[in-house]
Protein backbone atom coordinates (compact mmCIF):
# COMPACT_ATOMS: atom_id res chain seq x y z
CA UNK A 1 0.00 0.00 0.00
CA UNK A 2 1.44 3.19 -1.16
CA UNK A 3 0.16 5.40 1.85
CA UNK A 4 -2.57 6.13 3.31
CA UNK A 5 -5.22 9.09 4.24
CA UNK A 6 -5.53 11.20 7.75
CA UNK A 7 -8.12 14.01 7.60
CA UNK A 8 -7.13 14.96 3.93
CA UNK A 9 -3.76 14.67 4.03
CA UNK A 10 -2.05 11.87 2.28
CA UNK A 11 1.10 10.31 4.70
CA UNK A 12 3.64 8.47 3.26
CA UNK A 13 4.90 5.12 5.21
CA UNK A 14 7.93 5.74 6.89
CA UNK A 15 9.69 3.10 4.18
CA UNK A 16 9.37 5.79 1.72
CA UNK A 17 10.08 8.81 3.67
CA UNK A 18 13.29 10.91 2.02
CA UNK A 19 16.40 9.97 4.32
CA UNK A 20 19.90 12.02 3.74
CA UNK A 21 22.78 11.80 5.76
CA UNK A 22 26.65 10.69 5.18
CA UNK A 23 27.50 6.70 4.00
CA UNK A 24 30.08 4.91 3.01
CA UNK A 25 30.44 4.11 -0.86
CA UNK A 26 29.76 0.45 -1.47
CA UNK A 27 32.53 -1.49 -3.30
CA UNK A 28 31.87 -5.22 -4.93
CA UNK A 29 34.73 -7.39 -3.74
CA UNK A 30 37.06 -8.08 -6.28
CA UNK A 31 37.80 -11.79 -7.28
CA UNK A 32 34.75 -13.43 -6.73
CA UNK A 33 34.53 -16.37 -8.88
CA UNK A 34 31.95 -15.56 -11.94
CA UNK A 35 28.32 -17.86 -12.29
CA UNK A 36 30.44 -20.91 -14.28
CA UNK A 37 32.83 -21.14 -11.66
CA UNK A 38 30.28 -22.55 -8.96
CA UNK A 39 26.91 -24.54 -9.37
CA UNK A 40 25.15 -21.70 -7.94
CA UNK A 41 21.71 -22.87 -8.82
CA UNK A 42 20.25 -25.76 -10.24
CA UNK A 43 19.35 -24.06 -13.68
CA UNK A 44 23.47 -23.27 -14.46
CA UNK A 45 24.22 -27.53 -13.59
CA UNK A 46 21.62 -28.11 -16.30
CA UNK A 47 23.14 -25.51 -18.11
CA UNK A 48 26.39 -27.27 -18.60
CA UNK A 49 24.38 -30.13 -20.14
CA UNK A 50 23.45 -27.80 -23.16
CA UNK A 51 27.06 -26.00 -23.15
CA UNK A 52 29.48 -28.44 -22.43
CA UNK A 53 33.02 -27.67 -21.29
CA UNK A 54 34.70 -29.40 -24.46
CA UNK A 55 32.53 -26.99 -27.04
CA UNK A 56 35.15 -25.79 -29.80
CA UNK A 57 36.26 -22.16 -30.57
CA UNK A 58 34.80 -19.72 -30.82
CA UNK A 59 31.38 -19.67 -29.93
CA UNK A 60 30.46 -22.69 -31.77
CA UNK A 61 29.08 -24.89 -28.51
CA UNK A 62 26.39 -27.03 -27.99
CA UNK A 63 23.57 -24.82 -27.61
CA UNK A 64 24.78 -22.18 -29.96
CA UNK A 65 24.57 -24.95 -32.57
CA UNK A 66 21.15 -25.85 -32.60
CA UNK A 67 18.99 -22.70 -31.03
CA UNK A 68 19.20 -19.32 -29.76
CA UNK A 69 20.72 -18.65 -26.21
CA UNK A 70 17.35 -16.96 -25.63
CA UNK A 71 15.57 -20.48 -26.11
CA UNK A 72 18.34 -22.45 -24.03
CA UNK A 73 17.56 -19.73 -21.35
CA UNK A 74 13.68 -20.70 -21.05
CA UNK A 75 14.56 -23.85 -21.16
CA UNK A 76 16.64 -24.16 -18.19
CA UNK A 77 14.88 -21.15 -16.41
CA UNK A 78 17.76 -19.06 -16.42
CA UNK A 79 18.13 -15.21 -17.69
CA UNK A 80 20.36 -15.75 -21.36
CA UNK A 81 23.35 -13.00 -20.50
CA UNK A 82 24.66 -15.38 -17.34
CA UNK A 83 24.89 -18.64 -19.85
CA UNK A 84 26.31 -16.33 -22.38
CA UNK A 85 28.85 -15.20 -19.56
CA UNK A 86 29.07 -18.96 -19.47
CA UNK A 87 29.27 -19.70 -22.77
CA UNK A 88 31.85 -17.03 -23.43
CA UNK A 89 34.35 -18.13 -20.66
CA UNK A 90 34.87 -22.02 -21.73
CA UNK A 91 34.53 -21.20 -25.53
CA UNK A 92 37.80 -18.57 -24.64
CA UNK A 93 39.23 -21.41 -22.44
CA UNK A 94 38.93 -24.07 -25.37
CA UNK A 95 40.51 -21.49 -27.78
CA UNK A 96 44.03 -21.71 -25.06
CA UNK A 97 44.26 -25.57 -26.52
CA UNK A 98 43.08 -25.11 -30.13
CA UNK A 99 46.19 -26.03 -32.84
CA UNK A 100 45.97 -25.26 -36.38
CA UNK A 101 48.90 -26.91 -37.84
CA UNK A 102 48.48 -28.37 -40.93
CA UNK A 103 45.42 -25.85 -41.94
CA UNK A 104 45.58 -25.19 -45.95
CA UNK A 105 42.33 -24.86 -46.81
CA UNK A 106 39.79 -21.75 -45.56
CA UNK A 107 36.40 -20.39 -46.33
CA UNK A 108 35.92 -16.92 -45.39
CA UNK A 109 32.09 -15.55 -45.32
CA UNK A 110 30.72 -12.54 -43.42
CA UNK A 111 27.41 -12.30 -42.17
CA UNK A 112 25.51 -9.16 -40.25
CA UNK A 113 22.76 -8.37 -38.08
CA UNK A 114 20.59 -4.67 -38.24
CA UNK A 115 22.56 -1.55 -38.59
CA UNK A 116 25.34 -3.57 -40.63
CA UNK A 117 27.47 -4.91 -37.87
CA UNK A 118 29.57 -7.17 -39.80
CA UNK A 119 31.79 -10.39 -38.54
CA UNK A 120 33.86 -12.43 -40.51
CA UNK A 121 34.02 -15.83 -39.99
CA UNK A 122 37.00 -18.51 -41.41
CA UNK A 123 36.47 -22.39 -41.25
CA UNK A 124 38.61 -24.95 -42.25
CA UNK A 125 37.28 -26.56 -45.02
CA UNK A 126 38.85 -30.12 -44.63
CA UNK A 127 37.92 -30.00 -40.81
CA UNK A 128 34.99 -28.48 -41.37
CA UNK A 129 35.67 -26.39 -37.87
CA UNK A 130 35.48 -22.74 -37.04
CA UNK A 131 38.87 -20.87 -36.70
CA UNK A 132 38.37 -17.65 -35.91
CA UNK A 133 35.80 -15.09 -35.91
CA UNK A 134 36.38 -11.09 -36.07
CA UNK A 135 34.81 -8.52 -36.32
CA UNK A 136 34.15 -5.90 -39.54
CA UNK A 137 34.65 -7.52 -43.47
CA UNK A 138 37.50 -5.79 -45.16
CA UNK A 139 41.18 -6.31 -45.24
CA UNK A 140 42.23 -5.97 -41.70
CA UNK A 141 40.03 -9.35 -40.64
CA UNK A 142 42.06 -11.06 -43.06
CA UNK A 143 45.09 -9.59 -40.80
CA UNK A 144 43.65 -10.20 -37.52
CA UNK A 145 43.01 -13.58 -38.65
CA UNK A 146 46.55 -14.64 -39.53
CA UNK A 147 47.86 -13.40 -36.37
CA UNK A 148 45.24 -15.74 -34.03
CA UNK A 149 46.18 -18.38 -36.80
CA UNK A 150 49.93 -17.86 -36.32
CA UNK A 151 49.08 -17.95 -32.35
CA UNK A 152 47.99 -21.04 -32.63
CA UNK A 153 50.52 -23.09 -34.51
CA UNK A 154 49.13 -21.96 -37.77
CA UNK A 155 51.39 -20.91 -40.34
CA UNK A 156 50.09 -18.18 -43.23
CA UNK A 157 52.21 -19.01 -45.71
CA UNK A 158 51.17 -22.96 -46.04
CA UNK A 159 47.27 -21.84 -46.76
CA UNK A 160 47.34 -23.00 -50.46
CA UNK A 161 43.62 -22.53 -50.72
CA UNK A 162 41.13 -19.76 -49.58
CA UNK A 163 37.35 -19.49 -50.56
CA UNK A 164 35.12 -16.38 -50.06
CA UNK A 165 33.06 -13.73 -52.26
CA UNK A 166 34.40 -11.14 -54.37
CA UNK A 167 35.12 -8.86 -51.86
CA UNK A 168 38.04 -6.16 -52.71
CA UNK A 169 38.69 -6.19 -48.64
CA UNK A 170 38.89 -9.71 -48.82
CA UNK A 171 41.23 -9.95 -52.11
CA UNK A 172 43.44 -7.55 -50.02
CA UNK A 173 43.77 -9.15 -47.50
CA UNK A 174 44.80 -12.45 -48.93
CA UNK A 175 47.02 -10.59 -51.32
CA UNK A 176 48.80 -9.44 -48.41
CA UNK A 177 48.84 -12.10 -45.22
CA UNK A 178 47.83 -15.10 -47.09
CA UNK A 179 49.97 -14.47 -50.30
CA UNK A 180 50.83 -17.90 -51.26
CA UNK A 181 46.78 -19.22 -51.27
CA UNK A 182 44.86 -19.04 -54.25
CA UNK A 183 41.24 -17.22 -53.95
CA UNK A 184 38.26 -19.16 -55.10
CA UNK A 185 35.05 -17.69 -55.37
CA UNK A 186 32.90 -19.94 -53.73
CA UNK A 187 29.59 -21.21 -55.31
CA UNK A 188 26.90 -19.38 -53.02
CA UNK A 189 27.88 -15.90 -54.19
CA UNK A 190 28.59 -17.32 -57.60
CA UNK A 191 25.33 -18.28 -58.07
CA UNK A 192 23.68 -15.33 -56.43
CA UNK A 193 25.59 -12.37 -58.42
CA UNK A 194 24.31 -15.12 -61.78
CA UNK A 195 20.77 -14.70 -60.20
CA UNK A 196 21.02 -10.80 -59.28
CA UNK A 197 21.84 -10.93 -63.53
CA UNK A 198 19.11 -12.97 -64.31
CA UNK A 199 16.16 -10.88 -62.19
CA UNK A 200 17.92 -7.55 -63.61
CA UNK A 201 17.33 -8.75 -67.25
CA UNK A 202 13.75 -9.91 -66.28
CA UNK A 203 12.70 -6.38 -64.87
CA UNK A 204 14.16 -4.42 -67.99
CA UNK A 205 12.01 -7.36 -70.54
CA UNK A 206 8.88 -7.01 -68.62
CA UNK A 207 8.39 -3.79 -69.45
CA UNK A 208 7.77 -4.85 -72.99
CA UNK A 209 6.86 -8.50 -72.19
CA UNK A 210 3.78 -8.02 -69.57
CA UNK A 211 4.25 -12.28 -68.93
CA UNK A 212 7.33 -11.55 -67.34
CA UNK A 213 5.74 -10.26 -64.36
CA UNK A 214 5.61 -11.79 -60.99
CA UNK A 215 7.98 -14.96 -62.56
CA UNK A 216 11.02 -13.72 -60.62
CA UNK A 217 11.59 -17.33 -58.68
CA UNK A 218 10.59 -19.15 -61.92
CA UNK A 219 13.89 -18.07 -63.09
CA UNK A 220 15.61 -18.05 -60.00
CA UNK A 221 15.25 -21.47 -58.90
CA UNK A 222 16.73 -24.76 -60.50
CA UNK A 223 14.01 -27.20 -61.90
CA UNK A 224 14.55 -29.70 -59.53
CA UNK A 225 13.10 -26.66 -56.38
CA UNK A 226 10.04 -25.52 -58.76
CA UNK A 227 6.40 -26.89 -58.75
CA UNK A 228 4.61 -28.59 -61.67
CA UNK A 229 2.47 -25.27 -62.44
CA UNK A 230 6.19 -23.24 -61.55
CA UNK A 231 7.65 -25.51 -64.45
CA UNK A 232 5.17 -25.74 -66.95
CA UNK A 233 5.00 -21.50 -66.87
CA UNK A 234 9.04 -21.72 -67.04
CA UNK A 235 9.23 -23.76 -70.39
CA UNK A 236 6.40 -22.28 -71.98
CA UNK A 237 8.03 -18.75 -71.44
CA UNK A 238 11.29 -20.27 -72.89
CA UNK A 239 9.64 -21.11 -75.99
CA UNK A 240 9.10 -17.28 -76.90
CA UNK A 241 12.78 -16.46 -77.50
CA UNK A 242 12.76 -14.10 -74.57
CA UNK A 243 16.07 -12.62 -73.10
CA UNK A 244 15.46 -13.25 -69.72
CA UNK A 245 15.20 -17.44 -70.66
CA UNK A 246 18.63 -17.34 -72.71
CA UNK A 247 19.78 -15.30 -69.22
CA UNK A 248 18.58 -17.74 -67.05
CA UNK A 249 20.06 -20.51 -69.50
CA UNK A 250 23.48 -18.98 -69.25
CA UNK A 251 23.25 -18.85 -65.22
CA UNK A 252 22.39 -22.90 -64.86
CA UNK A 253 25.24 -23.28 -67.40
CA UNK A 254 27.71 -21.10 -65.21
CA UNK A 255 26.42 -23.97 -62.40
CA UNK A 256 27.66 -27.03 -64.32
CA UNK A 257 30.90 -25.32 -65.45
CA UNK A 258 31.48 -25.06 -62.20
CA UNK A 259 30.41 -28.50 -60.70
CA UNK A 260 32.14 -30.26 -63.53
CA UNK A 261 35.66 -28.83 -64.44
CA UNK A 262 39.20 -30.10 -63.84
CA UNK A 263 40.90 -27.65 -63.48
CA UNK A 264 40.76 -23.18 -64.31
CA UNK A 265 41.75 -23.92 -67.87
CA UNK A 266 38.50 -26.36 -68.46
CA UNK A 267 36.54 -23.82 -66.25
CA UNK A 268 37.56 -20.41 -68.76
CA UNK A 269 36.94 -22.21 -72.12
CA UNK A 270 34.00 -23.65 -71.40
CA UNK A 271 32.32 -20.10 -69.74
CA UNK A 272 34.04 -18.34 -73.04
CA UNK A 273 31.86 -20.69 -74.95
CA UNK A 274 28.68 -19.74 -73.04
CA UNK A 275 29.21 -16.12 -73.31
CA UNK A 276 29.39 -16.33 -76.87
CA UNK A 277 26.32 -18.36 -77.10
Same mark, same amino acid.
Given at each position: ?97 ? /?????? *?? +? @?? &?????? !? %?? #? ?44 ? /?????? *?? +? @?? &?????? !? %?? #? ?92
Amino acid at each position: MPGSRHGGTRVAPFGLLPVQGPHPRARAARGLPGPWRQDSSDAVGEARQWCPRSCSRPGSSTCAKTQPVADVAAQVGEHNTRLWRFIRHYVDEAGLYE /DYTGVE *AI +G @IN &ETSRKG !H %RY #ITVVADLTGRNVVCVVPGKDANTVKEFARDFMDHNGDPYHVRLVTC /DMSPGF *AK +G @IR &EHLSNA !H %RI #IDRFHMIRHANEAVDKVRKAEAGDRPVLRNTKYVWLRNEAGLTDPQLEVKRKLARQRLKTARACGMGETLQDIHADSASRMEARRDSSRCARG
